[in-house]
């Protein structure tokens, strides 16, 4: 019954390679971002779809692409890895976008490590 | 832009006592401030949060302090138990929602 979750949760790859993560949310939730925890442990945000709509893109190389096939899936796909795309990446997800009840609260999944070689 | 700050990488209380959490952002446009807390290989987990309408908001054990005017935040757990040992993340957002900024987390250690 996990609410979010993330496949692969370990991801070892060469450079130069493609790879992808998956992310499922089975709550409903209308918005899903992920997130890139970097060496000194900041939590920033990638991307945020909402609706099958982009709504963020914050500075990310195009080398990056969120797909998502349905509102409970927010796919993410590196092309042509490099060394510095190492990290944590956490896909989470929340309830609407409109509205302060809940909008804010977001649900993490475990995050997938990534670590390219 | 570092637009949410959390200066101390960690903090150690004893089981019992008072743990404060400190958090700092600087952008004026945030009115919504949230607290996540992360164990060792597992996402961040969502705690409390309160609005800028608020100067304070109390969950059991956990209570959030707003200070606007010092755009400054804290988190006071009491008492402090060993399963709260953890990485605790400060987060703030904007009216848009979809903006969240998070500070880099304080490691707490409770002691027994």
């Known amino acids: 019954d996990t609410a979010v979750s993330q496949t692969p949760k370990y991801l070892v790859t060469q450079m130069g390679n493609d790879k992808s993560i998956k992310c499922e949310q089975n709550?409903?939730?209308?918005?899903m971002y992920w997130y890139k925890q970097d060496s000194k442990k900041f939590l920033k945000i990638m991307f945020s779809?909402?609706?099958?709509?982009?709504?963020i893109n914050e500075t990310v190389p195009n080398r990056f692409s969120p797909k998502s096939p349905d509102k409970a899936h927010l796919n993410l796909h590196i092309n042509s890895l490099e060394l510095g795309d190492s990290a944590v990446y956490f896909c989470?997800?929340?309830?609407?976008?409109?509205?302060?009840?809940?909008?804010?609260?977001?649900?993490f999944g475990p995050g997938t490590r990534l670590t390219v070689l | 832009d570092q637009q949410v700050k959390q200066n101390s990488p960690s903090l150690s209380v004893q089981e019992g006592r008072i743990s404060i959490l400190n958090c700092d952002y600087t952008?004026?446009?945030?009115?919504?401030f949230l607290w996540y807390k992360k164990y060792p290989a597992e996402g961040p987990t969502f705690l409390i949060s309160?609005?800028?309408?608020?100067d304070k908001n109390e969950d059991g054990r956990f209570t959030v302090f707003l200070n606007k005017s010092a755009k400054h935040l804290s988190l006071h757990i009491v008492p402090s138990q060993p399963g709260d040992s953890a990485v605790y993340f400060c987060?703030?957002?904007?009216?848009?929602?979809?903006?969240?900024?998070f500070g880099a987390g304080t490691r707490l250690t409770v002691k027994p």
């Open positions: 989470a997800s929340s309830p609407t976008l409109r509205g302060r009840e809940s909008t804010d609260t977001q649900y």
């Open positions: 709550l409903g939730h209308d918005t």
């Open positions: 779809y909402n609706n099958k709509e982009l709504i």
């Open positions: 952008n004026s446009m945030f009115d919504y």
């Open positions: 309160i609005s800028s309408i608020k």
């Open positions: 987060a703030a957002s904007t009216r848009r929602g979809s903006d969240m900024r």
